[in-house]
């Protein structure tokens, strides 16, 4: 009873502390690998090339490391940057405290037991003509660490992002931006992107789920408001509405959504927009 209490009195979104496993596991794991792993400690610059061993990679403050064409395997940055240029192929990566990550021509493909391919947390990623996949999660998170005050930001073009339930996920303070891009939830109750309290713009782009296109949801009784701009940009729900705007027993949304220029929005349920548990859609 007390347990419920406290959800009952905070409204946290009932998914929230199953974004934090991910982040545990992988610290855990990259701990007990100190053997099989590379690490450039603080202030350190490293560029490897295709001849370089498959190894895990832990990038810390400051640090830089510059790929060409290398193979990595899972990858954790601290407060560094991780430049990843065409060829480069990856596993899954973390990036917290404000790193910065950009790929460009570069293929992420996440371990099966990974939830997400890209996992941000206050940090930032420009993703350029790459592909990131993950067969068994999420293809980008964008979020923020425990102790920081803003969130992720996201700026993809010309890419291609498929995640297994979730394509992107953006939760709040956030914001991620789409040109030119697929974004699809690949499983038959998948999301295109999910919002929670953040935001997302797409131009020129194709948001498809194998449930709704685009969830608008909310983090707390504070980042309840979830905006959504589409451009030049088609949405598809496969087994549902294109757009969601969802609340429950935990909380309900506020979303802000604009749909210029000949963006087309398409429900395989024969709508469009779907409003649920006390939210409202403007």
Known sequence: MYAMSINALFKKHPLALALQVPVVGFCMLAASVVEARSELHPGMERTIGQDHRQDDWVIGKGAH??????????????????????GTYAQDIHASGGSQLTL????????????????????????????????????????????????????????????????????????????????????????????????????????????????????????????????????????????LVEGDDYGSTEADIHVRNGSTLTGSNGTILEVTGGSFAN
């Not at 490391?65 to 065409?86: D, E, F, H, I, Y």
């Not at 293929?107 to 941000?120: D, Q, W, Y």
């Not at 067969?135 to 700026?155: D, F, K, M, Q, W």
């Open 65 to 86: 490391l510059t790929s060409n064409g290398a193979t990595l395997k899972q990858s954790r940055v601290s407060a560094g940057k991780m430049t990843l240029n065409a």
């Open 104 to 243: 460009s021509g570069t293929t992420v493909v996440a371990r099966s037991s990974s939830a997400f391919a890209i996992n941000l947390q206050s940090s930032q990623a420009d993703i350029h003509g790459s592909t990131i996949t993950n067969h068994n999660g999420v293809g980008i998170y964008a979020g923020r660490s425990p102790l920081a005050e803003g969130g992720s930001t996201v700026n993809v073009f010309n890419s291609t992002i498929n995640g297994s339930n979730r394509g992107a996920f953006s939760a709040g303070l956030s914001e991620m931006n789409f040109t030119g891009s697929e974004i699809n939830g690949t499983d038959a109750d998948g999301v295109g992107i999910l919002l929670w309290g953040s935001t997302a713009t797409a131009t020129d782009s194709r948001i498809s789920g194998g449930a709704n296109g685009v969830v608008l949801s909310y983090e707390n009784d504070d980042l309840n408001t979830s905006t959504l701009i589409l451009d030049r940009t088609s949405v598809e729900g496969r087994n549902g509405a294109a757009l």
